[in-house]
């Protein structure tokens, strides 16, 4: 994930607006050969791509990773993805780092989650200096 100033104004401005949706999801870029196996057109410029569909939305993405991932703000995935086409989107996701017994506590909350010894903890000083 960036850690640049960028990054922190669009969780910042996610915070204050209540409004997650301009929130970043990743996904593998092989989702995007579904349609231009089916001739859709794909432009680029270094960092952003396009899918142009004839008589479809257009939708715009980020490029990173080297090319291998892509990502769209999650509130398009909602309005710019067709119902039908949503489980081909997340068959290509990419999970960000993130603690599984955490977020399985957040989807079960008071469910029992036994992930080890209870214990004090100091965390790491951070690199982050902004």
């Known amino acids: 994930m960036p850690s640049d100033a960028v990054w922190k104004r669009t ?5 204050v607006s ?4 301009a929130l970043p999801i990743h996904f593998h870029a092989a989702v995007l050969s579904r349609y231009t196996d089916a001739g859709a057109r794909i432009l ?3 960092t ?4 142009l569909q004839p008589g479809k939305a257009v939708i715009d993405f980020g490029i990173v990773e080297d090319d291998t991932v892509i990502h769209l703000r999650f509130g398009d995935l909602g309005s710019l993805i067709p119902e039908a086409e949503r489980d081909h989107w ?3 996701l990419v999970a960000p780092s993130a603690s ?3 977020l399985q506590m957040t ?3 008071g469910a029992c989650h036994d992930d080890g010894e209870l214990r004090d903890w100091t965390p790491p000083e951070s690199a982050a200096t902004e």
Do not use: E, K
Request: proline share 8%; hydrophobic share 35%; glycine share 8%.
């Open 90 to 92: 997340l068959d290509h």
């Open 107 to 109: 989807l079960q909350p």
């Open 11 to 15: 969780i910042a401005r996610a915070v």
């Open 48 to 51: 952003v791509g396009r899918l």
């Open 100 to 102: 599984r017994p955490y």
């Open 44 to 46: 680029r410029t270094n």
């Open 18 to 21: 209540g409004d997650a949706s």
